[in-house]
């Protein structure tokens, strides 16, 4: 998840300014509201070193009144502390209703720093990660706005950064021997930061990720989402009293839209991708003659070893998912795999959960399933086109994330590709189908329709790659404008998980 | 929980009859009426060998139209299954929208019988627990109702069955060599089913315990809870489209009162207990010194390798709460215990969750904590006085469980006492209390209203005393109608609960 977020968002001076100058009255009036509908409200900020908590928490409380909030520093436990069950400590901090209470870090520095600075030993680790989601469900259970933000920042940003920290007598005290060895083994580090989001990211109490290399784009992201959040929860708020008939007016018709005045401060994966990357055919040649030898010899080991494989084709329309598939099963004995095709569920389908088709289709052990399109399915065209409500594509992240968890943990690989290309490359694609009689049937109406969709459906991928893109079912975006180079990127990238997993199973 | 169950319910044969009369065609209408509303149901059914799955399994289907449900037996994997992930052979029968689905034996064969067969790994077990609990959360929220039994016999019933069957030839093949051994060792199987309900008893899929003595009343219950959850179901259904504004009738009331046109059939723990239980004045003299100097002891040595206790006491208005905690306190060092008065919360109290003032009274490591009434307040009070809403007190079996566990884990002893006295007794107790001016103050009107309420408090304490008693935190139910025996019926379990964990911790 982390690794595939893209970290050059900017925003300009002025664009941050006309922005900032119409969110901070609007977060003020909030509090005001929130305090009268006696709503309480959290946000935490975790992170990384240097990321700069400390100016986003400034940027958050500026314009709020003071005496309606209060913020916390969450150092290591004190020997007081250590005396009580880990979440006394947050227990006993939580606002009362109508109030704010602001979090520096909070109860996820025991699954993080604590954890990377030894502090926390295995078996707490496991109870914390339970703890902290019953913790979260009671509170939301009751009410409770819960806003988590991850400041997130590369390694060589951080180490410029700790740097000038260091170079000044007056603020070098800030860095610590941990913070150096933190930037130092980054990699593992965010691994640990990693688990933890793919452990407590519940449709109840989100993560929100900030890239904090400008610090302008992250404050303004960060109010920005506190606006939208509790905007929501008043709406919420209202609704159920209509329902209660404590008032008597119609309640607002909730706004699905992306926030920010037209500016996108989604989190973007896309945004970041490469796809000038390209192959010459030659070179295609001879690569995917080699790749597809070495398919064909892993399939029969995976046969011999009973290692099932599931992989997801999703992608744009024309993206390529059909000719990277071909080029798979060429290489694979046809005893040993299948192609599931995924279109609208049919009646049978429509009567049972929207997972059940696809469990149907799990493959033993030993054998490989690919789906062409897949579950994800829910979390885009029925997300846009309105095939299910808000709170059930909202939920099916964590739904998917544990289908896919307990396939891993079953022993599968699981890999998702999500094949991209630009707008104009599919564009250049339909044309070529609508004019070539062969390749006709491959293009309809409905291709069209969706390619209008382009930004709505941008939105959806973007959150859907962040949100399941986990240590054991991981995506990989392919970038296939090129379509030598996308394949190639596919064969190899399961010819890798088909090793490394291989290796794994041989060392038992 | 499970060996606190009252096994001798019974059912007369004639009252039996009538009752079944009257639920069975209310059955198959509300299986016409599921069918209509594409409301899929699940029925499983686990519990212990012999119980009689069977015969309830025979007297749910009787009424059905045979068109409408499937039954499926759960055995043990096959060599086919085993290539799945372990709920793929579930996913692939759940039943499509206005089907019913009966499983003899289901998903929790992995954690019941398998466990106790070897068949599953420790770390499977740990999987298997989570996986259940999101499949069970999965089905739910897309609005399938998921009603699950636990059939319940003692061990000697269980013994007299299993020979009955083996003295034929005709049955004995029905009982294996692991039936006799689950028989024999029982207690380690109970455990482990405890372990289960503990582990899965959530508010959207509440256990039912069947008493299986007697094979009428658990039949009469079994379809008393059948019709009352599809009854409710339908209810909820109806009151969802009135607010999508489908329908525009009222949605009816819903009927929150008892199941069984009079006949109790809630499980019971109060009605199982022994109030003839007492303790001569002389002996109570000697115990009481006794008892006293070994908790004393007992004190310092928890300080000293830093246990903290928690003691919570409920009980019937005027059952000796009082008295029992005055004598644990005389034993102990001031400085290291406190007790807590727990009334109506404050204002302050009121705007927070309703556990905060609990966590902020928890003892650090080494100290206890007494309660005088506590977070059970919510499923008691709260719940008979409406102070709370229905999914509210629901909820709050899981909460307070999993608060405990995290108190257990943290390595707190917690023991929850239920001071038990019966109808005749308080009235004695409050006569006593108004003609004694030294104890007039100790009876107030609301003491009276309380009273009124005996059957409403029978009914949420029974309820309580199974949904709460876990292996980490046990209530522990005190025939109170004999104050001394009360008394030292308290002491006895703090010392025996504290000696056993000083054990535990000395070890380590």
């Not at 995917?288 to 030898?293: N, V």
């Amino acid at each position: 998840m982390l690794e595939k977020v893209d970290l050059n968002r900017k925003m300009g001076k002025k664009e941050y300014k006309t922005l900032m100058d119409d969110l901070q009255p609007k977060l003020s009036y909030l509090q005001r509201a929130c305090k009268e509908a006696k709503i309480p409200v959290i946000v935490i900020f975790e992170g990384l070193g240097a990321a700069g908590k400390g100016t986003l928490i400034n940027h958050l409380i500026e314009p709020l009144d003071p005496r309606g909030f209060q913020v916390y520093t969450t150092a290591v436990e004190t020997k007081e502390e250590r005396m009580k069950p880990f979440l006394w400590r947050f227990w006993t901090k939580i606002p009362s209703k109508g109030r704010i209470a602001v979090f520096d870090r909070s109860w996820y520095r025991r699954v993080l720093v604590d954890r990377f600075d030894g502090v926390t030993s295995k078996e707490q680790l496991d109870y914390a990660f339970e703890e902290i989601a019953s913790f979260e469900k009671q509170l939301t259970d009751d009410g409770m706005v819960l806003i988590k933000f991850f400041a997130h920042i590369s390694q060589k940003e951080q180490k410029k950064r700790l740097e000038h920290l260091c170079s000044d007598k007056k603020t070098a005290w800030r860095v610590t021997k941990d913070d150096l060895k933190r930037n130092k083994e980054y990699d593992r580090y965010l691994t640990m930061n990693e688990e933890m989001l793919e452990r407590t990211d519940f449709e109840y109490a989100p993560w929100n990720i900030l890239e904090c290399t400008d610090r302008e784009y992250a404050s303004a992201k960060m109010t920005e989402i506190v606006v939208s959040v509790l905007e929501q929860a008043l709406a919420h708020h209202k609704a159920e009293k209509v329902k209660k008939q404590e008032i008597s007016v119609e309640p607002e018709t909730q706004n699905d839209a992306q926030p920010g005045n037209g500016i996108n401060l989604a989190t973007s994966v896309l945004a970041g991708v490469d796809l000038s990357k390209t192959l010459e055919k030659e070179e295609y040649k001879k690569k995917l003659a080699h790749l597809q030898k070495r398919l064909g010899e892993l399939h029969n080991e995976l046969y011999k070893y009973r290692v099932p494989v599931v992989l997801a084709f999703e992608g744009w329309d024309a993206g390529g998912k059909g000719g990277a598939i071909k080029r798979l099963t060429q290489a694979l004995d046809p005893r040993g795999y299948a192609v599931h095709p995924v279109a609208s569920p049919t009646e049978e389908e429509k009567a049972h959960h929207y997972l059940w088709r696809f469990w149907r289709n799990f493959p033993k052990d030993g054998h490989i399933s690919i789906f062409d399109r897949s579950w994800y399915g829910r979390v885009m065209v029925e997300r846009i086109e309105g095939f299910c409500s808000t709170e059930e594509w909202k939920r099916a992240y964590h739904e998917i994330n544990e289908m896919e968890e307990q396939l891993a943990l079953h022993g599968c690989i699981v890999i998702k590709f999500w094949m991209h290309i630009d707008k104009d490359e599919q564009e250049r694609r339909f044309q070529e189908r609508q004019e070539n009689p062969a390749k006709q049937w491959k293009i309809t109406e409905e291709d069209w329709r969706n390619r209008a969709k382009w930004d709505q459906y941008e939105t959806a991928v973007d959150e859907m790659l962040l949100r399941t893109s986990t240590t054991y079912a991981p995506w990989v975006i392919v970038e296939a404008n090129s379509k030598y180079y996308a394949r190639v990127k596919v064969l190899e990238t399961v010819i890798n998980a088909i090793e490394a997993k291989l290796n794994d199973v041989k060392k038992k």
